[in-house]
């Protein structure tokens, strides 16, 4: 499966952004999907994931809360609506297929899309 996100852009501390990540392929329902960032200087994290059917969502500590992850598989698209934006969400986000909901290892994902920039400004 190949996967293309986009969404990303700058924003002012306490906005949002919604990412999305378009799936190509027939098999996007057969994947849990989720949403990685990587800051400069620091090693790609785990931020969000969601089972194949949407029914369980898992978050990171740090944008519990704030972040929604959702997908649409009539549309092959998974989303990461982001709120509350901090500084320290600026990063390259990442989405991911494979694993479970509760995968939170990069080497859990078995395809990655390219990244998307997301910058947040005081």
């Known amino acids: 499966v190949q996967l293309q996100a986009s969404g990303g852009g700058l924003v002012q501390a306490g906005g949002s952004l919604r990412l999305s990540c378009a799936a190509s392929g027939r098999t996007f329902s057969s994947y849990a999907m989720g949403w990685f960032r990587q800051a400069p200087g620091k090693e790609r994290e785990f931020v969000a994931a969601i089972s194949r059917n949407g029914l369980i969502t898992n978050y990171a500590d740090s944008v519990k809360g704030r972040f929604t992850i959702s997908r649409d598989n009539a549309k092959n698209t998974v989303y990461l609506q982001m709120n509350s934006l901090k500084l320290e969400d600026t990063a390259v986000y990442y989405c991911?297929?494979?694993?479970?909901?509760?995968?939170?290892?990069?080497?859990?994902?078995?395809?990655w899309g390219q990244g998307t920039q997301v910058t947040v400004s005081s």
């Open positions: 991911a297929a494979g694993g479970s909901a509760w995968s939170t290892r990069i080497d859990q994902y078995d395809y």
